[in-house]
């Protein structure tokens, strides 16, 4: 299995670039590290579990987010594979809204977000984040 973390430069253009305006929400699949994994001495108090370095991400970024007009829609942790396979269950699912690609766009480039990006790479092991339209009509 690829352990993605970071986004690959084609699949942030694709996401720059993409022609529909408009909020967009972003589902987070995420799988935790079982320790956190930060640079030596980069941060203090650093032996915690992957998730809680997340959280603190999580954290300081769910203030940005919000400052953008963002909002967190519905997050969970995942209990029972009913259809598919199960060998590696996420940790966690969260759905994010934005207001609009730019504003995501905007955050990642935010110096405060970067600064938050510390305790995402110490906690996370891997994730998919998928960028969806919001609603849909394949259930009515």
């Given at each position: 299995m690829n352990k993605y973390r970071q986004p690959t430069a084609?699949?942030?253009?694709?996401?720059?670039d993409h022609p529909r305006k408009g909020p967009i929400h972003m589902v987070n699949l995420l799988k935790f590290r079982?320790?956190?994994?930060?640079p030596?001495?980069?941060v203090a108090g650093g032996d915690?579990?992957?998730r809680e370095a997340y959280l603190k991400y999580g954290k300081a970024v769910g203030e940005i987010v919000a400052g953008l007009g963002g909002r967190i829609v519905w997050s969970g942790q995942p209990e029972v594979v009913v259809i598919g396979?199960?060998?590696d269950l996420w940790d966690e699912v969260v759905v994010v809204e934005y207001?609009?690609?730019d504003a995501f766009l905007q955050?990642?480039?935010?110096?405060?977000?970067?600064a938050a990006h510390v305790h995402r790479e110490a906690g996370l092991d891997h994730q998919q984040l998928i960028e969806c339209c919001p609603g849909g009509d394949a259930i009515s």
């Open positions: 084609d699949q942030v253009r694709d996401i720059r079982d320790r956190a994994q930060y030596d001495g980069e915690v579990s992957g396979e199960s060998g207001p609009s690609r955050m990642i480039a935010m110096p405060e977000y970067h």
